[in-house]
């Protein structure tokens, strides 16, 4: 399927690894200029490799190191962007996920924490690339969880400030239209490091046998009898981003191989 948005600029957010990079990688194959945003240097490195061998087209990518849960970054970043591309036609916010446990488990500085990497990153992002996203019509895709339709056991902090995304998203589906369109992926259990480590850390507190036991009880319950590949949810956000959704707006889209229980 064409998507239409070849020549498109786009930045992703926490895309060096996991469910950001295959989204940057997505967009990549559909011909759109990306900058690639992580925290770690040599990990930013290996993922902007990795998504300009997915870039066709010509599409050029670019490497930007920056701290999102820091107040100055994502306005650099959205500067960054248009600086290199002269434009900014899609943004696509990620955020690696937080420490999982237990409320009774979860401090202060944790929740403070989650709110400004996973609420305040998004809302820093999209006020500075209002002003871009309005010239030429663009979109806004928020990568968030499954864990806002359906609580997950030991992810208090997931499972509640995730949420705020959610309605934001919403609100600005219909503050910046028609110009700009606002929608939510809302991934279930696919194979990244993300998966990995909570994984891992279920094993220390006891909760599986081992790191077989762990994956295997992240698949169980999906229909479709795996977790997802991080380039299904990567196709996904660049449809959401594309002119193929074009009356698509403020929606939260499960991708989760049917492992969700609720009805909406």
């Not at 945003?37 to 930007?64: C, Q």
């Not at 992810?155 to 400030?161: D, K, T």
């Amino acid at each position: 399927m064409e998507l239409g948005i070849e020549g498109n600029a786009a930045l992703v957010t926490a895309s060096s690894s996991g469910l950001g990079k295959a989204s940057a990688e997505a967009l990549a194959r559909n011909g759109v200029n990306v900058v690639v945003n992580g925290r770690d240097e040599e990990r930013l490195a290996e993922g902007v490799e990795d998504v300009r061998e997915a870039a066709e087209n010509g599409a050029e990518v670019v490497g930007v190191r920056a701290d999102i849960s820091e107040e100055g970054e994502p306005s650099r970043l959205v500067d960054r962007t248009v600086e290199e591309f002269g434009r900014l036609d899609h943004l696509v916010t990620s955020a690696g996920g937080p420490p999982s446990g237990p409320f009774l488990e979860t401090d202060d500085e944790d929740w403070y924490e989650a709110f400004d990497l996973l609420v305040m990153s998004v809302v820093r992002t999209v006020r500075a690339a209002e002003p871009h996203l309005r010239e030429g019509g663009g979109t806004v895709v928020n990568i968030t969880s499954r864990s806002v339709k359906e609580a997950l056991d030991s992810l208090v902090l997931s499972n509640s400030v995730r949420m705020s995304v959610v309605g934001l998203e919403k609100t600005l589906s219909k503050e910046l239209a028609p110009e700009v369109r606002a929608n939510t992926a809302l991934p279930g259990p696919h194979e990244t490091s993300r998966i990995q480590e909570l994984v891992e850390q279920g094993v220390e507190r006891g909760d599986h046998e081992d790191y077989d036991d762990g994956m295997d009880d992240w698949s169980a319950g999906v229909p479709l009898e795996r977790v997802g590949e991080p380039r299904e949810l990567g196709d996904t956000v660049a449809f959401l981003s594309s002119e193929r959704a074009s009356y698509i707006n403020g929606v939260a889209v499960p991708v989760d191989g049917g492992a969700g229980e609720s009805n909406l």
